[in-house]
């Protein structure tokens, strides 16, 4: 059963940074696609970032510049390092596992506010 724990989520104040982590509970995450999703209230979720088995990323629109995804595969963790913050990020991030079918974890809420 695939398992995916996100944290690092919170309160940060505009132009703040946050790290946040998933981490994954099975082997195969060294051959999946990682990605991080968001969805505001209201909105659809939308693409933030993903990464290959192979280590090559895809970075939505809103975040070119800012944020940053990597993948530790002996830590089977992925990694979203979001800089420069604006209240329109402030969402529920999901991580996402894709591997023959699609895996989500429970997601953490990120609030960017002064």
């Known amino acids: 059963q695939v398992q995916l724990v996100e944290s690092g989520g919170g309160l940060v104040q505009p132009g703040g940074s946050l790290r946040l982590s998933c981490a994954a509970s099975?082997?195969?995450?060294?051959?999946?696609?990682m990605g991080w999703y968001r969805q505001a209230p209201g909105k659809q979720r939308e693409l933030v970032a993903t990464i290959t088995d192979r280590g090559s990323t895809n970075l939505g629109d809103s975040v070119k510049g800012r944020f940053t995804i990597s993948r530790d595969n002996a830590k089977k963790t992925v990694y979203l390092q979001m800089n420069s913050l604006k209240p329109e990020d402030t969402a529920v991030y999901y991580c996402?596992?894709?591997?023959?079918?699609?895996?989500w974890g429970q997601g953490t809420q990120v609030t960017v506010s002064s």
């Open positions: 099975v082997t195969i995450f060294s051959f999946s696609t």
């Open positions: 996402n596992l894709e591997f023959n079918r699609s895996y």
